[in-house]
């Protein structure tokens, strides 16, 4: 029988709604204070606030990111393929080839395929970058960073889906092969690739199976150890305390140098709270032919899964190769809001959510 429209059930009440938007007012309050209270600290370290631009020639080259594409018409009709930036990352690292020292943004970007309780498809990113600083400088801001949006969010805990984090602790430094010892019982080391080695799956998917990880024939290195992350570790991080995921497998990290002492690894942490990540950093590759090389790999990835693949920005390549020693992080500004405002979800945080 077919129901009339009258009779249907109403959905939820939309953003802007007088109700809905007196609910959401203290957290979108509190959004503000937080963003304020972060610029401040970061002005007075002698960081200069940048704005790039969101249209971008490339919009990143890292294969499960997926990108919003526009049309860029000439005065004379041409059409250039442009789009919209996953990451102020490659303006940003031109203006440090320029000559700029520690520059932030709170920039916004685009992630096409994300939506859910902490994801949205624009959203807003706080990156910044230290020229001539080790990225574990950048593990002391993230851990500053946290605290001072805890104070300004009016918090003095941060919790999430059950979990709790004590915003003002210091954060536990867990490298990847004590994580995946720890809470997956599996030794890492033993089904790393070595430098220049082609990374095998199939050693670590037995590894891994045995763990009760789901595994496909059809799965790459990378699949079984994402699988890994998500299912066994990321949950227990961030509990209790802040937790700073370090010293990634290099093919794990796109954009980061390796470590000088161990080539396996790259420089390259991710900041956990309540389970939640918030803040990926790195050292810096500046190797233009290694970087062409990487992103070159993650496009034929790309293309192999999702039929598609991004340009590369070749202006940003050549800016690389001028581009001082650095060192950059990236945090989900939202997700922080979310936490140091007791919100529960990211639309929360969100003055106007897409619709």
Sequence with gaps: MAVSPASQSPGPSPWWSPSVHADRRPFLLARGRISAAIRVMLEEDGFIEVETPALQVSPGNEAHLHAFATDLVAPDGTRHRLYLRTSPEFAAKKLLAA???RIFEFARVFRNRERGMAHHPEFTMLEWYRAGAPYIRLMDDCARILACAAAAGGVTAFAWRGRSC???????????EEAFQRHAGIALAGVLPGPGERPDPKPFAEVAAAR???TA???????IFSRVLVEKIEPELGVGRPTLLCDYPVSEAALARP???????????????CGLELANGFGELTDAVEQRRRFEEEMDEKERLYGERYPLDADFLAALAAMPAASGCALGFDRLAVLASGARRIEDVLWAPVG
Aim: avoid cysteine; charge should be negative.
């Design 212 to 214: 009760g990880i789901r």
């Design 166 to 176: 004590d915003p003002f602790a210091a954060p536990e430094r867990l490298t990847l």
């Design 259 to 273: 470590k000088p002492e161990d080539p396996r690894f790259a420089e390259r942490f991710e900041l956990y709270a």
């Design 217 to 223: 024939p059809d799965d790459t290195w990378a699949d």
């Design 99 to 101: 000559g700029e020292e």
